[in-house]
Every structure is written in structure tokens, then in C-alpha cells.
């Protein structure tokens, strides 16, 4: 399989404005991609999950390092992968419909098309009744949904979803997971998914980083090799709970 | 049916709770003026009591409300220039670090001149009709206006034009989708500063010379020592004043309406 995105050696730091030292949150960072490939990536809060996303989308640029996107030759991938950033970001003059189609509105598609595609996915997105509403009259889970579909709407090829599901409760959450694998297989998407949740990354991923917060190198892959599709009651399989086994101590370091 | 009476019943109660003790206070002050100056038997000509003032008001009605219509009208014109000149200059400024450059420094330092004082220039170069009028009043209400435009146009949310960036938006898709909705409380802030001041400079300009308007009025009663007249002058600007910053506010909540969404 050919890598779709190949990242070698990749470092980046930020200027602490307290102490106005440079403190670097990645460390020669080496990460790839297989095209149709679901990778999730996992570590605990401040380790730098984010970045990394951003650094991929375009949104930040490394301090060193390479970054290649098979697909995409030019050095702006901005606006060339669908990124679900960690916060909302709704516009608050904007409707949950008007929000979501932001996406296609800004690549000029035509605004009755646009709403019709939109409309067809609100009742899956558990927010249909709610397309006139604002972002403010809405819950937050409500608002991560509506993020969601401005996401997926703007229909790329890879996808860069830094928990996307953090605030729905289990069984909303269960259900997204499902479209979304329903999505990835149908249109044969690539992947990354940051999370929090170990079982949620296991039972979506074929592959698994686990970033760890140390001073080294620190990426740890986790080869995820359960037959698909994969039900539910996966969890309670011995292959999942050893794979589980295998990360926990990564986590916990 | 009875849903709308009981919406309007409760809508009428809160402006009634809102407004309440300001009336009240409003009134008491009001009636210890008259009793007061009553008991003091301070001349009318000196300070006229309240009843005086609506007496005044009753009988020289329509020479008021004309005076008033000019002062109103200088305003409206004046104020309508400032809105469009002081959003578009602003505008512009944002839009264009050039003219940022050329246009930006020239407006702050000139901020601190005070309009008020160039209106005996106007008045020697336009004379003494609409014209100076208008032109102190959209001066004095341009600056507030394109200030706050320039505040509410760069004080942007960096997440949200992250965010566009990432749906491939360009900068005039930046500007247009969020700089310019950003921008709208701001100048609202603007224009309700312009909109105070505008009263003033419409006023002082025809203070410095006029032939029409309630400027020109209370300078034309005070010698005559129609004080009462004055005092009717004053109330009917601080009408035009609030009535213009009802209407400011009534535009705000329908073009900035999400600022002021309830579930
Ligand atoms: N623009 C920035 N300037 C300075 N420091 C930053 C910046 N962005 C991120 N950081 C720092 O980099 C570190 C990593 O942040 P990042 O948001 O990538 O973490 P994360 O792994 O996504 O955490 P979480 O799980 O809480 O979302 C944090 O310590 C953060 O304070
Ligand atoms: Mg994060």
C-alpha cells in the first residue's frame, strides 16, 4: 500500500509566553497513512494531538521535518482535506443548516444544492427540527454534530477529526461511529481520528498511534487486526481486551 | 388568541418593570421642581417651573415642532453621511494595509480637533444654511462610526478564520463571511456615540449662525427672556436625542439578532 500522507521527522515548538521559552511539543515525529486507511491517535491531554492535525491540514507549519500528501503536490493543503477541528467553531449568525454547509458556500456551490445534501443527512446527524435553530440555542453535542456535518460535507478525500464525538452521550456516539464506518467503507475515505477513548479507537482503527509525553520520539503503533465489520460486542472479545492490554500501559506512562 | 393577550400582557408588564422607577423618579424630581420654585417665587424668566414649560409647549406648538423638524432633518442627513462614509472609510482601512497607512493616522490624530470648533469656518465659507449643518453633524459622528468599524473589523476570532482557512476560504471570503457580521455590534457601538454627538453638533452649528431650527430658537428666546421657550428647546432635542437612539437600538436587535437569541 502506498502512504496518502507520510510525515518524517517532524518537530515543532511553541514559545511559552510566561517563561518565553521555547518548549517543543513534538519530537522527530515519524507518521504515515495508507490510503483507505482508519488510523486513530491516542495521549494524554497537551501531548500534542492538535498540532499534529494542524500542522496536517495546513493550519501549522512545522518547525522541521516533511510532510507529504500523495494527492496533493502543492505546499497549501488548506481547504484540500476535511478538518473537524477540536472546538465547534459555528458561526453564531449563522443557522445549524446555514453552518453546515459553509464548506460548499465558500467553494461557490449552489446554496439549493448545498441545503438539499445537508437536509438529507440532519435526521441521521439527530438534527433534523433544528436546522433554523442557532448555534446558541443548541447543546453542545448538538453543536459538535452540526460541526460534524460542515466536516463531512465538504466531501474530501481524507479526513482529520480531532474528537469529534467527545460530547455525545454513549448511544449517540455509538451511532456516529457507525455512520462514520458507513462512510469510510461506501466512498473508501482516509481517516485520522483523534480520541480519548481507547475502545472507541480500537473498534474503528485498523491502526492505532498512541502519543506519549515524554522527550523522545514517543509515537507507539498498535496494529488493530480484527476482522470487519465489527460488532459491538467486539469489546468483549479476548483479541480486543489483549489489544486494550497492549495500550493501557502506553497511556498510563 | 389568548396566547398573543397573555404574550403582550407580559411583554407590556417587563417594559412597565424596566421603566417604572425611572418615571417615577423622573415625576418626583418634576414635582419638587414646581413646588419648590412655587414656593420660592423664583421669577419665571429665570427658570421657568415644569407647567410653565408644557404651557409653553401647548401654545407655541407649531412654531416648536417646525424648529424642531429642521434641527431633526440636519441631523438625519448629516448622520446618514456619517454612517455610510464612516463604514466604507473603515472599510477600507481594514481591507487595505495602503490605505491603512495613508488614512489611519490621519484620522485618529484628527480626532482630537474638535469638531465643534471649524464650524464658524464652515459657516464662513457655506453660509448660513443646511449645508454646515450637515457638515459639522456627519463630521462629528463620522469619527465614533469609523473607529468602531475599524475596532469591530480587526478584533476577529483567529479560531474562526482558522476555521475558514480550513474550508479553503480566501481572504475576501474571510472578510465578507466573518470580519464584516464580527464588525456589526461594534458599529452599533459607533453609531450610538455618533448619534449623541450629532444632536450636539447640530445644535452648536446653529448656535454659531442659523435663520431656522431649535439651536437657532433658544439663542433667538434668551434675550427675550423667554426662558420657558429655552427650556421647551431642550426638552424637544432630548426627545429628538432619545427617539434617535430607540431607532438605533430597534436596528441593532434586528440586524445583530443573534446577540440577542433565547431559547
Ligand atoms: N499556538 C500555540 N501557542 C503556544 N502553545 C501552544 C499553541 N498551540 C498549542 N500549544 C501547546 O502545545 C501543547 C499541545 O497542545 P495540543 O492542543 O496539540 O494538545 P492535545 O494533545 O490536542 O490536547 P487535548 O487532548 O487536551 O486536546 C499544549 O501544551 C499547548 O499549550
Ligand atoms: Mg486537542
Known amino acids: ?139 453542545g453535542g448538538m453543536r459538535q454534530r452540526a460541526s460534524f456535518l460542515r466536516t463531512i ?47 472507541e479507537a480500537i473498534f474503528l482503527s485498523d491502526r492505532i498511534y498512541v502519543m506519549q509525553n515524554n522527550n523522545f520520539n514517543s509515537m507507539q ?33 | 388568541m389568548q396566547n398573543t393577550i397573555k404574550k403582550i400582557n407580559t411583554k407590556l408588564k417587563t417594559v412597565f418593570v424596566q421603566w417604572f422607577p425611572a418615571v417615577i423618579l423622573i415625576f418626583s424630581l418634576l414635582v419638587i421642581w414646581e413646588i419648590s420654585c412655587r414656593l420660592a417665587d423664583v421669577p419665571k424668566w429665570l427658570l421657568p417651573v415644569p407647567t410653565d414649560i408644557i404651557v409653553e409647549l401647548y401654545e407655541h406648538w407649531n412654531l416648536l415642532l417646525g424648529h424642531s423638524f429642521v434641527t431633526l432633518y440636519e441631523i438625519l442627513i448629516g448622520f446618514s453621511f456619517s454612517i455610510i462614509s464612516g463604514i466604507l472609510i473603515g472599510g477600507l482601512i481594514v481591507y487595505s494595509k495602503t490605505l491603512e497607512k495613508a488614512i489611519y493616522p490621519i484620522i485618529i490624530s484628527s480626532q482630537t480637533i474638535p469638531i465643534i470648533a471649524i464650524a464658524p469656518i464652515l459657516l464662513v465659507w457655506f453660509g448660513y444654511g443646511l449645508l454646515p449643518k450637515i457638515l459639522v453633524v456627519g463630521l462629528i459622528a463620522f469619527f465614533p462610526i469609523a473607529v468602531n468599524t475599524i475596532d469591530g473589523l480587526k478584533s476577529i476570532d483567529d479560531d474562526l478564520v482558522n476555521m475558514m482557512k480550513t474550508l479553503g476560504a480566501n481572504k475576501s471570503q474571510i472578510f465578507k463571511k466573518i470580519q464584516i457580521p464580527n464588525s456589526l455590534p461594534y458599529i452599533f457601538t459607533g453609531l450610538r456615540i455618533g448619534m449623541a454627538a450629532s444632536v450636539i453638533g447640530a445644535v452648536i452649528s446653529e448656535w454659531v449662525g442659523s435663520s431656522e431650527g431649535l439651536g437657532y430658537l433658544m439663542i433667538r428666546s434668551k434675550p427675550q427672556f423667554l426662558t420657558e421657550r429655552v427650556f421647551a428647546a431642550i426638552f424637544l432635542l432630548s426627545i429628538i436625542g432619545f427617539l434617535l437612539f430607540l431607532l438605533v437600538n430597534y436596528c441593532e436587535k434586528k440586524i445583530v439578532y443573534w446577540r440577542t437569541l433565547s431559547e
Open chain 1, 1 to 139: 500500500m502506498n502512504p496518502i500522507i507520510n510525515i518524517k521527522n517532524l518537530s515543532k515548538s511553541f514559545i511559552d509566553e510566561s517563561s518565553n521559552e521555547n518548549t517543543m511539543i513534538l519530537h522527530h515525529i515519524d507518521f504515515h497513512m495508507n490510503d483507505g486507511e482508519f488510523v486513530s491517535l491516542i495521549g494524554p491531554s497537551g501531548c500534542g494531538k492538535s498540532t499534529l492535525l494542524n500542522i496536517i491540514s495546513g493550519l501549522d507549519n512545522p518547525d522541521n521535518g516533511e510532510i507529504n500528501i500523495s494527492d496533493i503536490q502543492s505546499n497549501n493543503r488548506l481547504g484540500k482535506l476535511s478538518y473537524m477541528q477540536q472546538k465547534d467553531l459555528l458561526l453564531p449568525w449563522k443557522t445549524v443548516l446555514d453552518n453546515s454547509i459553509l464548506g460548499l458556500e465558500v467553494q461557490n456551490e449552489n446554496k439549493r444544492v448545498s441545503e438539499q445534501k445537508a437536509v438529507e443527512l440532519l435526521e441521521t446527524f439527530g438534527l433534523s427540527g433544528y436546522e433554523n435553530y442557532y448555534p446558541n440555542q443548541i447543546s
Open chain 1, 153 to 199: 460535507l465538504t466531501n474530501k478525500k481524507i479526513l482529520l477529526l480531532d474528537e469529534p464525538f467527545s460530547a455525545l452521550d454513549s448511544i449517540t456516539r455509538s451511532q456516529m461511529q457507525k455512520w462514520l464506518l458507513k462512510l469510510w467503507k461506501q466512498f473508501n475515505k482516509t481517516i485520522l481520528l483523534v480520541t480519548h477513548d481507547i475502545d
Open chain 1, 221 to 253: 503503533i498498535i496494529h488493530v487486526e480484527l476482522p470487519r465489520p465489527r460488532t459491538r460486542e467486539i469489546v468483549l472479545d479476548d483479541s480486543f481486551i489483549k489489544i486494550k492490554k497492549e495500550i493501557l500501559p502506553l497511556i498510563e506512562n
